[in-house]
């Protein structure tokens, strides 16, 4: 059966350093046999991002959105509230919005939307919740680098190839 | 500065140092539990007294019907204002100080903003008819809210500040949730699995996370500028001497930020003894925040001049007036309260010497605090109390009610930050590591030296 969805089985390789696995994951990310492979890091390090090659992240559609979004609608809510029933001031004529007044609204629902869409967008592109995915090794969230390979064992090309690289550990998850 | 900062932590000691201790806080911890729940339990007695007896217990009467209840209100949300600040402004600007305290920030920001959202609660008497005057539904008469009100405004403000510092809040929680999840066991493990939305720390969710990092904190930029801004406007928007006035918007935010990094200081301190966080936080960080609160409370203590000047300067006898009653007249002693407090003991901490002296800062730090509540204590009612009709002239003091249920709010706050301390990270874990040396290899750390060498 051919493998589409991701899966937990395979290898992971736990590094110590950072210069290491940086390293590691340069000499292996393009390489087809390591397709579908996960780098684990404790914090967000530069050196990481860098090393994985990624580039802009697309969350910043989400918010640019979720932000003008909420600015059409923050206008919108004072301004169709106000057309269909305005509320007179001083004689002022009916139907003449007053903007700057609607300015504030308008300001606080483009953050509140804006921030709302980032969320969502950090969550659906880092693929969480997902219940069906599991810790591979605990240590990765506390001081440890760790590069995971699916469908391979520890007797694989793959698993040589990180052992070279300056893995302190290789396993089976 | 920070970037000087001896560290004789790694980043591997960073998860058993922080969350060992959390699991067993020193037995001061529960007697400050204890001491802000009887705190609660009496502002409760006292509002339960007010809802039965009714608002007549308040000394709230003409001329004066925003008393101690909108100054705490004001208050609370200038306490958050700093924590917005450090967790954005300031990841913004890079400072590396601000990801040790900037969980204990965000945590205080939040807290202190659902204080504040009480007071208009507990002023309107019948709270249970709040939500229906203040959401914008259409009333009996089919007509909407005023958009034009401030108070709308504020409402608007309030609750998005409040729903956008609880998503960032979260936000940094997230990977720390999961750090705590991949220790615990059973109940624990599955609980804190579910809170950290099976978060695994994968170089692509790291990538996401920073960039949605980066974008919220400049959506929170000018929302906490904006936000005591509108607060400010309350008061600004109104014709009354003493509050119609440009400079409150710069004014209140500056306010809000130094009562709000006098009470990161306040928080900080007894909660890094309680959990021996020494290692994490260190002294240069506790520096750091006693700068910003001096910077702030010089931008106070000119908007204080600048205040008075303009009164003079405009020409306004009725402005004058008040001005000048405001430093002698019968609330004079509120006026110079808030002066020393805010303005002239904060100035000792130009002296190395008192910044870095953690006592001396602490009480200095609860003076600012007395000072910026007694601050939004006299624009409030000093300015109430004399209006353009001397007909109506009145005096207010506060009554027992109103200053227990103040108490009541401090035990409130103290209380879930408190809870808060035990059950989460106080420090940041992912982001503390991220200013901590970084674990290069000895190889390349040989190089670097030999490299620095030549």
Excluded at chain 1, 133 to 147: A, E, K, Q, S
Excluded at chain 2, 46 to 52: C, I, L, S
Aim: proline share 6%.
């Amino acid at each position: 059966m051919a493998r589409t969805k991701k899966s937990d089985q395979g290898i992971i390789a736990i590094f110590r350093y950072l210069d290491v696995v940086c390293d590691a994951i340069e000499r292996v990310r393009e390489r087809p046999d390591f397709e579908g492979h996960e780098v684990f890091t404790p914090t967000s390090y530069h050196e990481i991002e860098h090393a994985c090659g990624f580039g802009s992240s697309p969350v910043r559609f989400f918010t640019i959105i979720g932000a003008l979004t909420g600015t059409v609608g923050g206008f919108s809510l004072c301004l169709l509230m106000d057309w269909d029933w305005p509320l007179v001031v001083g004689g002022k004529t009916a139907g003449l919005p007053s903007l700057p007044a609607y300015v504030v609204i308008g300001f606080e629902c483009t953050i509140l939307l804006g921030a709302i869409a980032t969320i969502l967008g950090m969550l659906v592109l880092g693929r969480i919740p997902n219940p069906k995915r599991r810790v591979l090794d605990p240590r990765t969230t506390d001081d440890r680098f760790g590069i995971f390979v699916p469908n391979v064992g520890l007797d694989s090309p793959q698993a040589a190839l990180l052992k070279e690289c300056g893995a302190d550990e290789l396993k089976v998850t | 500065m920070s970037d000087e900062v001896k560290w004789e932590t790694t980043i591997s000691d960073v998860n058993d140092g922080i969350l060992v201790n959390l699991e067993k806080p020193s037995p001061a911890y529960w007697v400050a539990l204890a001491a802000a729940f009887s705190l609660v339990v009496l502002g409760i007695v006292f509002w339960a007294r007010q809802v039965t007896i009714g608002m007549g217990v308040t000394y709230l009467n003409s001329p004066v019907y925003w008393g101690v209840y909108i100054t705490d209100f004001v208050f609370w949300v200038g306490i958050g204002h700093a924590g917005t600040l450090i967790s954005a402004i300031l990841f913004l600007f890079r400072a590396k100080w601000r990801n040790t305290i900037n969980r204990s920030a965000e945590a205080m920001t939040i807290f202190a903003v659902i204080s504040a959202g009480l007071f208009p609660l507990i002023h309107v008497g019948r709270l249970w008819l709040a939500p229906y005057w203040m959401a914008p539904l259409p009333n009996t008469n089919n007509l909407w809210v005023n958009f034009r009100s401030p108070l709308i405004w504020d409402i608007f403000a309030i609750s998005t500040y409040l729903t956008v510092s609880l998503l960032f809040w979260y936000m940094g929680l997230v990977p720390d949730l999961a750090s705590i999840r991949d220790r615990t066991r059973g109940i624990k493990r599955l609980v804190y699995g579910f809170m950290s939305f099976g978060w695994r720390g994968t170089a692509k969710q790291w990538w996401h996370y920073e960039a949605g990092y980066g974008f919220l904190a400049a959506l929170a930029t000018p929302l906490v500028l904006s936000v005591h801004s509108v607060v400010s406007w309350d008061f600004a928007m109104s014709l009354q001497p003493g509050w119609h006035t440009t400079i409150f918007p710069p004014y209140f935010v500056a306010g809000a930020i130094l009562s709000g990094c006098a009470m990161v200081y306040n928080l900080v301190v007894p909660i890094r003894w309680m959990f021996k966080l020494e290692k994490f936080i260190l002294a240069e960080h506790l520096e750091s925040c006693i700068k910003l609160t001096l910077l702030t409370s010089t931008i106070v203590f000119y908007a204080y001049g600048i205040e008075f000047f303009v009164a003079w300067y405009s020409g306004n006898p009725y402005e004058w007036a008040l001005f000048e009653k405001r430093a002698t007249g019968p609330y004079a002693f509120y006026f110079w309260v808030m002066t020393f407090c805010n303005c002239l003991f904060p100035l000792l901490f130009w002296s190395k010497r008192v910044r870095n002296s953690i006592p001396i800062s602490w009480v200095i730090c609860v003076l600012v605090n007395v000072g910026m509540w007694f601050e939004r204590y006299n624009i409030i009612v000093s300015s109430l109390v004399e209006d353009f009709l001397p007909s109506s002239w009145g005096h207010y003091e506060p009554s027992p009610t109103d200053i227990f249920i103040t108490w009541g709010s401090f035990g409130w706050f103290f209380f879930w930050f408190l809870i808060f301390c035990k059950f989460f990270p106080i420090v940041s874990l992912s982001e503390i590591k991220l200013i901590m040396p970084k674990p290069w290899s000895p190889k390349k750390l040989k190089g670097a030296a030999k490299h620095g060498a030549h």
